[in-house]
């Protein structure tokens, strides 16, 4: 199950050394707990703790890292780092808490080191997981996000836009972009949400999807987007936000033209910082003249389901002590209802979080690992198309 760690593991350890411990208090004495990795090979949970589950935890003197998998310029990244600023105020001891990049494996290399790292509560994740898809990895590949230790995440939503100048032809309406014989959007990886419901909506639209992949993040696509090596880029609500409309669209180099609603029976949820654009099933419904169905659709209501309903899940390496997991767990749901956090955030995602706490993700995680064969199938043959 961990042979796809061993390399990253090796990494973590010359890293941390023997810095793996964190504070248990009970009975106002002070005891160090320590941990190694080979507790999390041996699947030694909670049981393999000295001190009981009902100590408190204190993390006086650490400091604690916010891993996060893409680059620092795009949401996942600055929202890592309001985190990682305001967090430490709710945890116990007040610790310092520091929000460290790791891009790279398509998005991978992040979520392996975090699995990877010792289960102190000291190494946190905060990760743009893409579990919804990479039930489809290959076995040596596939991560048991459910072995994490699951503190929490937020939602997000989606928006395509497109440049007015394409490969293709000029875009100036929605009636232009329809036409278009194809399109090259840009993306991470064949195996990625996002890229999926992209190439997925394209298809569902009538229109080709040369597809350019290999980008680090979001904020790469935007940036090959403005150089024009790529036409079309699907970015998060914040980045359509603060950066795409004063700097794309208001300019007249790139058309919005839709978001992914949560799905709903009979349509999709509409977003109020997005009330002047259609979310998908509205703009198909008025563009091609009736509702989306099929495999493709239900493909994108899943993955739009469980992608945006935890777009960034914030989780503690696989053997996480439980006591520091709802510690950690309590301290972030104390963070998103704190107005300095809120405002914060909100100033750099252009909008209000869409917090999720520790039961709706661990529910989320679950459905995943739930999904039905035909999605499966349906989700594989899109990788399958454009890992060619």
Known sequence: MLGFLEQERERSLRRWGDRAFVHVREDSIMQVVRFNLGAIAASVMVCSLAAPASADVDFSGETIEIVFNTGPGGAVGLSAQVA???????????PEVIA?????????????????????????????????????????????????GILGGLATQWVTHVRTETSTGSVASVEDFLALPSIRSGGIAPNVSTDIRTAASLELLGIENAYIGGHTGGSDVLAAMRRGEVDLRTGTVSNYLTTVVPEMVETGESLPLYYWGQPTEGGEVASPALDNLPTFYDFHVAQVGQAPVGPTYDLLRYLTRTSDGLAWLFAAPPGTPEEIQLTLAAAYAEMVEDPEYIDAITRILGTAPEPVLRDEAIAIVDEVRNVSPQILETMRAFIDRYAR
């Not at 990682?84 to 007040?94: D, I, W």
């Open 84 to 94: 990682a600023q305001h967090l430490g105020r709710f945890v116990p001891g007040n």
């Open 100 to 148: 460290v990049p790791m891009p790279g494996g398509a998005l991978l290399r992040g979520i392996q080191y975090v699995y990877a790292s010792d289960p102190d509560g000291l190494t946190l994740g905060w990760l743009a997981w893409g579990g919804s898809t990479r039930v489809l990895d290959p076995e040596a590949l596939r991560v048991p996000f459910h072995e994490m």
